[in-house]
């Protein structure tokens, strides 16, 4: 089953909130825990038992694992299976991109069912070209897996990048829409290809409907409300909108669940 056909079945039986899964620092530190491999290993499964039973996709952001080099990545490891045990699909949050012989080597790391780090889904950035992430396209459809290509990210600097003018008049996020419109051509429910779409963007002209799903994050730290994903994303296939922090500060495991809970039911449309 293709990763679009399990993220519309998913989002279908739990609805669209996604958590994000960072164990910042400063988090670890409210939570009363260390800041080292034990409170980071304490703090992610903490959060994956509340919320991982109860929410269609976790997203864990790769960075907050890493800064702790290999032990770190192991817990990671940990967050990817105990979640997919669950019934989350994982969207790794990594944000890779490279020449295409190198983005072939990110694709056996985190879509491979075989490797260690083996996701459900990626983010990947396309600003050394979209073509160079062909590879990371033919993994995901060999393995079933899914992609999210930034698009029109959340912070204040994406503009300047985003929103720069292509040769035919267009942008370069509208290309980037364009790519994914098609690659995800034909597919039914749902494509597997989607792009990262910032909740905190205000508005936008470019047409988001491209039969993919958005990602939305930005919701709740970054300012990005309900009426803000129902004003945005009228004419998308199927949105995440996605937080984590809002999400990470509650501590307790019931009032993180009772968080998502409640926030996919204030989602349905
Ligand atoms: O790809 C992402 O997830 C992402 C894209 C974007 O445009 N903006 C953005 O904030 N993110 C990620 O979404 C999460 C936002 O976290 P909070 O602001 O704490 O909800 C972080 O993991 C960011 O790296």
Redesign the pocket.
Known sequence: MTFGARLHTAIAERGPFCV?I?P?SALLHDWGLTDDVAGLETFAMTVVEAVAPHVSVV?P?S??YERFGSRGVAVLERVIAESRAAGALV?L?V?RGDIGSTSQAYADAYLDPTSPLASDAI?VSPFLGFGSLDPIFDSARRHDGGV?V?A????KE?PEVQHASTADGGTVAGLMLDHLRRLNADAEPLGSFGA???A?IGTTDEDLAFNGPV?A??????GGTIADVRRLFGSAAAVLP???????RLQRPDAMRDYVLRTNEELRP
């Open positions: 994000g960072d910042h997203k952001q960075a907050f969207l949050d944000k983010t999210f930034l029109l990210t959340s912070n994406g990262v779409v910032g905190t990602l994050p930005g919701f709740g730290a970054q996605s937080s984590s922090r809002d999400v990470l």
